[in-house]
C-alpha cells in the first residue's frame, strides 16, 4: 500500500517513520516533508506538493491507499473534504470539525454548550473592550489568538501590563502572524487555570474513541518553565501527573461529550484529537484547549513507544472499527528534546548546517522539523529544528541518554532545555 503523510514537520516525520516501519507499507510519501524525510531513505520519500486539489489529484492518479494528516492548516483548508469527495481514504477532520482547533471562540463556545469543564472566558473583537476585561479580571490572566497560530498564538500573562501588550499584538498589530478566521481579528481571554499541563491524545472514527498512550509537553522556552510560550520545547510519555483516576475522567468528562456532541451537532468528529489538560490539586482536569492533530513534540515519544502497527491502527480508524482496536505499548519512558535555531521563538535565524547527527537505533532517534537539505547537507530552516527522542527504563536515564546524543549535534546558535522531564523525576 502507498501511503501518504500531509505536513514536514518532526510530527510527521515521526508519523512517516512508525507507517514506514508497517510490512504493509510500500511506499509512505511526505508532502512537503523536510531534511530528516529526504535524508530516510527506505520507503520515505518527499513529495514537493502542497496545494489541497493538486495533492489530492495526485493521490488518485498515484492510487494512494491511505493519507494521514499532520499539521492543522491543511485540515483548516478542507482537504479531508477534498480527499473524502473524490473516493480518498485520508485521516483526519473535516473542516467544520477542525474548528475546534481553528477558532477558539468556536471550541469555547461548544464546550460551553456541552458542559465540557474549561476556564471561563469572553471574546472580543474590539480593543478596548478587551483592555477594560483585563482590567477587570487582573493578572495572571490568558489571551488566546482566534485563529491558527503555529502553537504560538496563546499568552499566559504574570502582569497586567503583559496581557494589554498581548490583546495589542493579537487584535492590532498581529505581530504573532494569526491565520484569522471570518470576520478579521478576535481575541479569547481566559481566567488563569492553576496546576499541572498533560497532552490528552486520542484517535476518533466518529463514534468510537481510542487512546493514545499519555504524554507532557515543556511549552516554555528556558529550564524551569521560564521564558516566553512555544510550539513546544520537548515531551516525555507516559505522564503520571495523569493517574488512572485523572485518565477516566478525561475520557467521562471531556473526550466523550465532545465525541458525543460534535455528532449531536451534524459534524462527526474523525482523526487525532488532543485535549490540552489542566490537572488541580484535586485532580480534576479542565480543557485548556482542543488540537485536531497529534501534539509536535509529543507525537515523537509517542510512536517510539507504540508497538502496534501504525496502518493498521489507521486502516480501523477510517473503517470506524477502532473498538476492535487493542494498542501495544512499550513499558519504557520516552523522552523528546527539542532542538531550536538561533532566535526561536520570536525571530529564528535559518539556513545554519547542521552536523553530528548520529544514525538511527532502536532506543534513539532524531526526528526532523524545521531543516532542509542544501547541497545534501542538512540545514536549519524554521524555528524547532530537530526533537532528539529516546527510550530507557526510567525518566533520569532517559534524560541522561537524550541529552548525551543532544550534546553530539551542533548547528550554531542551538538552544535546548535542559530539564526536559523534571516534573516526572521524584525526589
Not at 46 to 64: P, S, Y
Not at 278 to 303: A, V, W, Y
Request: glycine residues 12%.
Amino acid at each position: 500500500m502507498k501511503i501518504l503523510v500531509i505536513g514536514g514537520g518532526g510530527r510527521e516525520h515521526a508519523l512517516a517513520w512508525k507507517l514506514a516501519e508497517s510490512p504493509k507499507a510500500t511506499k509512505v510519501y511526505v508532502a512537503p516533508g523536510n531534511g530528516g524525510t529526504a535524508l530516510a531513505g527506505g520507503k520515505i520519500e518527499n513529495l514537493g506538493i502542497t496545494d489541497v486539489q493538486a495533492l489530492r489529484e495526485w493521490a488518485q492518479a498515484e492510487k494512494i491507499g491511505l493519507t494521514v494528516v499532520g499539521p492543522e492548516a491543511p485540515l483548516a483548508a478542507g482537504v479531508v473534504d477534498e480527499f473524502r469527495t473524490h473516493g480518498l481514504r485520508i485521516f483526519g477532520p473535516a473542516r467544520a470539525a477542525a474548528q475546534l482547533e481553528s477558532s477558539k471562540a468556536f471550541s469555547k463556545d461548544f464546550m460551553a454548550r456541552h458542559g465540557i469543564p474549561t476556564a471561563q472566558y469572553e471574546t472580543f473583537t474590539d480593543p478596548a473592550a478587551a483592555h477594560a476585561y483585563v482590567e477587570r479580571l487582573g493578572a495572571p490572566i490568558v489571551i488566546k489568538a482566534d485563529g491558527l497560530a503555529a502553537g504560538k498564538g496563546v499568552v499566559v500573562a504574570t502582569s497586567l501590563q503583559e496581557a494589554h501588550d498581548a490583546v495589542d499584538f493579537m487584535l492590532v498589530d498581529n505581530k504573532y502572524g494569526v491565520t484569522h478566521n471570518e470576520g478579521g481579528a478576535r481575541v479569547v481571554i481566559e481566567e488563569f487555570l492553576d496546576g499541572e499541563e498533560a497532552s490528552f491524545i486520542v484517535l476518533c472514527d466518529g463514534k468510537n474513541v481510542l487512546a493514545l498512550a499519555t504524554s507532557q509537553d515543556h511549552k516554555r522556552l528556558k529550564d524551569g518553565d521560564q521564558g516566553p510560550n512555544t510550539g513546544g520545547m520537548g515531551a516525555y510519555s507516559p505522564a503520571p501527573v495523569v493517574t488512572a483516576d485523572v485518565h477516566a475522567r478525561a475520557m467521562r468528562e471531556i473526550i466523550l461529550p465532545t465525541i458525543r456532541g460534535m455528532e449531536k451537532d451534524g459534524i462527526p468528529y474523525t482523526g487525532f484529537l488532543y485535549a490540552g489538560l489542566m490537572i488541580d490539586k484535586s485532580g480534576h482536569p479542565k480543557t485548556l484547549e482542543f488540537n485536531c492533530r497529534m501534539g509536535d513534540p509529543e507525537t515523537q515519544p509517542i510512536m517510539m513507544r507504540l508497538k502496534s502497527d501504525l496502518v493498521d491502527v489507521m486502516l480501523a480508524a477510517t473503517d470506524g472499527k477502532l473498538d476492535q482496536v487493542e494498542l501495544q505499548w512499550d513499558r519504557r519512558t520516552a523522552l523528546g528534546v527539542v532542538m531550536a535555531a538561533a532566535g526561536y521563538p520570536e525571530d529564528p535565524r535559518k539556513g545554519d548546517a547542521i552536523t553530528g547527527l548520529p544514525a538511527a537505533a532502536d532506543d534513539a532517534m532524531v526526528f526532523h522539523a524545521g531543516t532542509q537539505l542544501r547541497d545534501g547537507v542538512p540545514v536549519t530552516s524554521g524555528g524547532r529544528v530537530l526533537c532528539v527522542t529516546v527510550l530507557a527504563d526510567s525518566v533520569k536515564q532517559a534524560q541522561q541518554k537524550v541529552y548525551d546524543v543532544a550534546r553530539g549535534i551542533h548547528f550554531d546558535g542551538a538552544q535546548y532545555r535542559r530539564d526536559i522531564g523534571h516534573r516526572a523525576v521524584k525526589g
